[in-house]
């Protein structure tokens, strides 16, 4: 499951595995390390949701238990157990995750969009002049981030410098750890003003949930709820824009009105979904799934990929599957995705802007040229460069004084306690396949 062949042809593994293996199959990770890749969407399903037999706390991970797990396996951070809802299971689990869970859902989703259709017309005024852009870099990279820290509850000042941090932290630059120590300082100076001063936003919720959480715990979960909605968001738009860029029927459904952008992006959902495969399960005790024999302790990988192209559930992959959220591309069971109606919002509103914005976009280098860099968990599409008819952007309305962005915090010496900057570093290496 490593290595340039594995790498550059994903979905031909999983098929090949799919033909040899069935719906689970024996695969070696990085370090040649053993475990079960789940190719079976009822499989995934099935794993998913019986933490009883197959658990998020990786501290039973046999390989890792038994010291085969060494320092320098790109594994061994994003294995570790951390004190975060993801890493859990049972009351702990439920108290934390009912915190993420409740304070998302307090959003309203009109207020939601318009902060999307705000800032993707921010975005695309600034590059709707030139009649050129490339939308990973200029668009998809950048729109989640501006939503997610105004939901979260930062000052719009912040919102760019967020950007380039989390892109930064991200893409795995020299100045990462930097910029994951200017992330974790901002959130410690946002949770201790929303305690002085509380809001409607995100973090305000969090600190009042009746679950109590920690300082540390509030950082933890408020990186968490940023980065992962940054990256799995961004990767979901780009996804959708390449397809409806390079896919004429897909356009014309769109332009003819038979398919909606949330028909679309759920398409997309099914098809490329922003992540491949999911790290990981644990086997609790000796059980048995799809025939194979699997022992406590071993390591399991969900398959959000293989799984929405079983053909136990599409044997038509041909078919469009518009209004059916039945995909596994946000996970299920206890640890399904809690953020995906605001994922999905974001990307359909920023994508639908920018089409409207910018009708006559189309792709400016051939199909077969675009790249996309590989892990073992997802898939990224590197750029995707467009032109258009050129675009006078709106007169800007008559300016008041420029608000001077604030001075940001210092970053801490130390991390908060909890806060690990080498795991964060090492999961957005592995998440953007650096981890090799």
């Known amino acids: 499951m490593y290595g340039p062949e ?8 999983y098929e090949k595995l799919r033909a040899e293996h069935g719906p689970v199959a024996p695969v070696l990770v990085h370090g040649d390390l053993p475990a079960w890749l789940i190719l079976g969407y009822q499989d995934n399903l099935d794993v998913a949701r019986t933490p009883s037999r197959f658990t998020r706390d990786s501290r039973i991970w046999r390989d ?59 975005l695309i005024d600034g590059f709707a002049g030139t009649g050129r852009a490339e939308l990973v870099s200029q668009f998809a990279e950048h729109l989640p981030m ?30 990462a750890l930097a910029s994951n120590d200017y992330i974790v300082a901002t959130l410690r100076h946002l949770v201790a003003r929303r305690r002085q001063a509380p809001a409607e936003d995100f973090a305000s919720w969090l600190i009042i949930h009746q679950a109590g959480l920690s300082e540390s715990e509030l950082v933890e979960h408020l990186r968490l709820v940023l980065i992962t909605a940054y990256e799995s968001t961004a990767n979901l738009i780009a996804n959708t824009l390449r397809v409806v860029l390079t896919d004429q029927r897909f356009r014309l459904s769109l332009a ?54 079983d053909p136990a559930i599409r044997p038509d992959l041909a078919a469009p599957v518009h209004g059916n959220r039945s ?28 089409l409207m914005r910018l009708p006559d976009a189309r792709l400016s280098v051939p199909e077969e040229e675009l790249r996309w860099t590989s892990s073992l968990i997802a898939r990224h599409l590197v750029a995707l460069p467009v032109e258009f008819t050129p675009v006078k952007p709106p007169a800007p309305a008559p300016a008041a004084q420029a608000a001077t962005p604030p001075v940001a915090p210092s970053a801490p010496d130390d991390p908060a306690p909890g806060v690990r900057t080498g795991w964060w570093r090492a999961l957005t290496d592995w998440l953007t396949g650096r981890s090799h």
């Open 6 to 13: 594995a790498e550059a042809d994903p979905r031909g593994l």
């Open 64 to 122: 890792m238990r038994e010291g085969r797990v060494t320092p320098d396996n790109p594994l061994t951070p994003v294995g570790t157990w951390q004190p975060m809802c993801t890493f859990m299971d049972g009351e702990e689990h439920e108290r934390l995750r009912g915190a993420v869970t409740e304070s998302l859902a307090r959003f309203d989703r009109r207020g939601v969009r318009r902060h999307v259709t705000r800032f993707a017309h921010q």
């Open 146 to 175: 501006l939503v997610m820290t105004q939901l979260v509850g930062m000052p719009e000042e912040y919102g760019n410098r967020l950007v380039e941090a989390a892109r930064d932290l991200v893409k795995g630059t020299a100045t």
């Open 256 to 309: 003819g009105g038979r398919m909606t952008l949330p028909d679309a992006v759920e398409q997309v959902l099914w098809d490329d979904p922003p992540l491949t495969t999911i790290l990981g399960r644990w086997a609790t005790g000796d059980t048995e799934l799809a025939g194979w024999q699997i022992k406590a302790g071993d390591l399991l990988l969900l398959g959000p990929a293989p799984a929405n192209v």
């Open 327 to 354: 995909h596994f591309s946000f996970g299920g069971g206890p640890h399904e995705c809690p953020g995906q109606d605001i994922g999905r919002a974001i990307a359909d509103t920023g994508i639908d802007t920018l």
